[in-house]
């Protein structure tokens, strides 16, 4: 007979995933350079399509313990287009971002149980709460940048985004999803880890 063990259980991963796959051949050295302008019209789509996200599932779970399914939905695919937008924006693929397909840009997202999995007072702090992730969040960024205008430069001499950058960059943004999960898309009340894993 096998005794309990003391050590702690694996933790469960968080309610949201990212993964982008790293392409296995050379990016297309003409759109790279002209990224900043060719990403403009998708951008644009993406920014008028952002609205309403926090301020109604906020209200639904304060006052009907509720999250509808088909909010989470809207979410889930807003989420999974902005994504495909910035891993273009951040030159780690070179496909236009599609508004319907995944691409290389692989997002799983829970759906809550509101009645019984969040807090129903929880969504009126968790911004606040999320403040020591927006400062790191912000250096990041700004390394993302540095580190997105140095592969700028290796894609147009070499046609490869370097595998260091790359996992760089998409850490950052796994970082920054489950900030938003928590934060704003309310999917879940565990915080976010300080962590650039996949955890």
């Given at each position: 007979?096998?005794?309990?063990?003391?050590?702690?259980?694996?933790?469960?991963?968080?309610?949201?995933?990212?993964?982008?796959?790293?392409?296995?051949?050379?990016?297309?050295?003409?759109?790279?350079?002209?990224?900043?302008?060719?990403?403009?019209?998708?951008?644009?789509?993406?920014?008028?399509?952002s609205a309403m996200v926090f301020s109604p599932i906020l209200l639904m779970i304060l006052f009907r313990r509720k999250y509808p399914r088909w909010w989470f939905d809207w979410n889930y695919?807003?989420?999974?287009?902005?994504?495909?937008?910035?891993?273009?924006?951040?030159?780690?693929?070179?496909?236009?971002?599609?508004?319907?397909?995944?691409?290389?840009?692989?997002?799983?997202?829970?759906?809550?149980?509101?009645?019984?999995?969040?807090?129903?007072?929880?969504?009126?702090?968790?911004?606040?709460?999320?403040?020591?992730?927006?400062?790191?969040?912000?250096?990041?960024?700004?390394?993302?940048?540095?580190?997105?205008?140095?592969?700028?430069?290796?894609?147009?001499?070499?046609?490869?985004?370097p595998k260091g950058l790359f996992a760089f960059v998409v850490g950052v943004l796994r970082w920054g999803l489950r900030v938003l999960a928590y934060a704003f898309l309310l999917i879940t009340?565990?915080?976010?880890?300080?962590?650039?894993?996949?955890?």
């Open positions: 007979m096998t005794q309990p063990s003391d050590a702690p259980l694996p933790m469960a991963p968080y309610p949201i995933t990212l993964m982008v796959d790293y392409p296995d051949r050379d990016l297309n050295r003409l759109s790279t350079f002209f990224r900043i302008f060719t990403v403009i019209p998708i951008a644009i789509v993406l920014g008028s399509l695919a807003l989420v999974k287009f902005t994504n495909r937008v910035c891993v273009y924006l951040a030159l780690l693929r070179d496909e236009y971002p599609s508004t319907e397909e995944d691409q290389a840009v692989h997002i799983d997202m829970v759906y809550p149980d509101a009645k019984e999995g969040l807090n129903r007072w929880l969504p009126l702090v968790k911004w606040f709460l999320a403040i020591p992730h927006y400062v790191v969040l912000a250096v990041l960024i700004l390394a993302v940048i540095v580190v997105t205008i140095i592969a700028w430069f290796a894609i147009l001499f070499t046609g490869r985004y009340d565990r915080y976010p880890p300080f962590s650039l894993d996949t955890v």
